[in-house]
């Protein structure tokens, strides 16, 4: 009886979510626009079509909260003309090798955006 109320409440416990931020450098000679996009849900951040905006030469930290062990990849163009991309892009549809992170409490992921 006691191993099944336990079981009850670890399967009715919420997840935690963790909080890191992605620190963003943006080296190029023009503003970008950012999204993060989980690939394990339809989670995006900053999400309510929204985006980061980074201003040319800028590095701006962005606060998150996400599930821990969830992936998440970075997409980014420039500011006013989403075919000058970067990462996953606006749309999270472009292949990228080097663009996704794994959620970690209390970790910074840096993202370096060169010309």
Known sequence: MIRAL??????????????????????RSDGVALELFSRDSEKVWPGGDKVFLIRPGAKKSVPISCEPGEHICWGAWANGDDSVTAGVGPDNDRPCDTCCFICTEHSTETVDLAE
Do not use: H, I
């Open 6 to 27: 336990l079981a009850a409440l670890l399967l009715t416990t919420p997840a935690f979510a963790a909080d890191m931020s992605v620190f963003v450098r943006n080296q």
